[in-house]
């Protein structure tokens, strides 16, 4: 990819949720092949604006405009903070990743070979392949994120949305799961924005910074942004 060509523009962007106004006036550009950490207090519109670039919200007012390459529909792997799979459905780790090929899937025919195949290799990938036979519900909160990683990356995504993606994981997995995320992107080039809270994750693997406060957004390298005088500012609080 070319890291200087945009994926994804944002043009006097508002979202919410009915007439509820989370986000307004947002214009900016990511560029493709980045690595953005996506930052703000509890409430501030993380997780809603995560959810209208993965389509799930549509806009309330401006545009999300999309750069894919080939000319061809964007493709996004989308990874919430929480899969909320009724524990009913007895699906599989390995039936739940398989969900990431259906978006090529045709009415009335069935999964291939190869695409069984190639989500075999995204659970390689995610280190998932020992634990993809057991069901979804029984896994631990580490094992689904790497499963709900492996779906994501089954979509073949130009971009990859994460939703806080190690809250609530012990401390080995969540590092293991971050090294997998900064191996894809080095590794593949593949773009990522990633929802957390871990400043000191951000400062040693994520080059960018998209910044939530008061209903708008700072978008800058994150050497810059993450420094306590800015940071001071962006949060509008006194050091001690």
């Not at 200087?4 to 949720?17: D, F, I, K, S």
């Not at 999309?66 to 990874?79: D, I, K, N």
């Not at 739940?96 to 090929?101: P, Q, R, S, W, Y």
């Not at 080995?172 to 400043?199: E, F, K, N, W």
Request: hydrophobic residues 45%; positive net charge.
């Amino acid at each position: 990819m070319n890291p200087a060509r945009p994926l994804v523009r944002l043009e006097n962007l508002a979202v919410g949720y009915g007439q509820h106004v989370v986000l307004a006036g947002l214009d900016l550009a990511l560029a493709s092949g980045s690595f953005t950490a996506l930052l703000g207090a509890n409430g501030s519109g993380k997780s809603t604006l995560l959810k209208a670039l993965a389509g799930i919200l549509k806009p309330l007012a401006g545009q999300i405009r999309w750069a894919a390459p080939e000319a061809r529909p964007v493709r996004l792997g989308y990874v919430p903070q929480r899969e909320t799979l009724d524990s009913l459905f007895l699906l599989s780790g390995f039936e739940v990743a398989l969900m990431g090929t259906f978006n090529r899937l045709r009415p009335g025919r069935i999964v291939r070979a190869t695409e069984r195949a190639r989500v075999g290799e995204c659970l390689r990938l995610t280190g998932a392949e020992g634990f993809a036979g057991r069901p979804f519900a029984q896994l631990s909160g580490g094992q689904k994120q790497r499963i709900l990683i492996a779906r994501a990356l089954a979509v073949q995504p130009d971009l990859l949305l994460l939703d806080e993606p190690v809250a609530g994981v012990d401390p080995a997995h969540a590092q293991a799961i971050m090294d997998l995320l900064v191996r894809l992107h080095g590794d593949q080039g593949l773009s990522v924005i990633l929802v957390t809270h871990d400043l000191p994750t951000v400062r040693r693997h994520i080059p960018e910074v998209l910044w939530l406060q008061g209903g708008r957004a700072v978008h800058g390298p994150a050497s810059e942004l993450l420094t306590p005088a800015r940071i001071e500012d962006l949060l509008e609080l006194s050091w001690s």
